[in-house]
């Protein structure tokens, strides 16, 4: 335990996250008690209690990671095609990967966001979670413009608006895929990918400029 006190706080603070992440995983947030994590995480609940005052406080931490972890994907994904169509499906796959690997976080990213940030009743990482998902946001706003721009995507988008139904249509997908994969097996006859690829495909066309198909 002395080893344990030498380590900054924020090793512990990612200790007890990441014991959380887990119990929320399996047992769900409501049934999981401060206690639970604590025991989870190796340590005493007095000691937990120094790093997080609730477990809000710990879901907060959890969000934060999670957001800025998909700014990670999408930002990788944008960087690394050119072409319009090859970006789209960079970040479709981009985020098939962020689901598979962090499920849990998938459906965090999915909750709703604080944004009353004129009182001081919030946590810290409520307002850098919401300033990481306008970064986010930026970022799929600069890949429609930029596709607009060169004669890809239809020029009569509403940006905003794109932007958000394209969040709720591809994780929408991406969840019930993964939610519904031996149903759409045994049913639909598709694999898990060649559904999310047709559904994919469906989406962008939905937004791609008539006559480039």
Known sequence: MA??????????RENIAAAASALFMEKGITATSMNDIAKAAGYSKATLY??????EEIIGFLVLDSMKRLYSYIT??????????ARYDMICRGLVLYQEE???YFRLVLDKINMDFENQDYLPEEKETYQVGEEINEKIKDFLV??????????????????????????????????KEEYIEKTIHLS??????YGFDMLYHSIEKEGMK
């Open 146 to 179: 930029s596709g607009m721009k060169k004669g890809d995507l239809r020029d009569d988008i509403k940006i905003m608006p794109a932007i958000f139904q394209f969040w709720g249509m591809l994780s929408g997908l991406i969840q019930l895929a993964a939610n």
């Open 102 to 104: 962090f499920p849990f």
């Open 192 to 197: 898990k990918s060649q559904f999310l690829e």
């Open 50 to 55: 120094v790093y997080f005052e609730n477990k």
């Open 3 to 12: 080893r344990r006190k030498k380590e900054p706080k924020s090793v512990h």
């Open 76 to 85: 990788s994904a944008l960087e690394q095609q050119e072409e319009t169509k």
